[in-house]
């Protein structure tokens, strides 16, 4: 099964895409938070062969949605009605920043932090 990772931001969308097998990661793209967002994922999708969708939950230290959930759950349920496709959550924790420590700054950054999302909900499937 393909998946599509996807970490949500107010200005930037990063996505991250997983191998036929579902076993890695890669990130794929970074798109602008813009009203063509929706169709930009859909068409990714398409070309990619993506059968299920893993999005980032943002949450503090204490286990609450961060400010940016209320975006990122209206967001979603703008995506599912587009695409027809199982969604999950997956807890995702400073994964920008992890991502900037691995890798330095750079352009792909949110995809690079997509992917380490949708890498940490396929090793909790034991996709490994």
């Known amino acids: 099964m393909k998946y ?3 970490d949500y931001g107010i200005k930037r969308v990063g996505l991250a895409v997983s191998d036929s ?3 890695m990661a890669f990130p794929l793209d970074v798109l602008s938070n813009d009203k063509r967002l929706i169709a930009r994922i859909k068409q990714a ?5 993506i059968q299920s969708i893993v999005i980032g939950e943002s949450q503090d230290f204490k286990g609450k949605d961060n400010p940016i959930m209320k975006d990122a759950k209206d967001f979603l349920k703008v995506l599912k009605k587009s695409i027809n496709l199982p969604t999950h959550w ?3 924790f400073l994964t920008s920043a992890e991502a900037e420590r691995l890798q330095g700054k750079h352009g792909m950054l949110d995809a690079s932090a997509a992917a380490l ?3 940490s ?3 909790k499937k034991g996709n490994k």
């Open 4 to 6: 599509l990772g996807i």
């Open 21 to 23: 097998e579902g076993k």
């Open 45 to 49: 999708c398409s070309s990619e062969k």
């Open 90 to 92: 997956e807890p995702e």
């Open 117 to 119: 999302i949708l890498k």
């Open 121 to 123: 909900y396929l090793d």
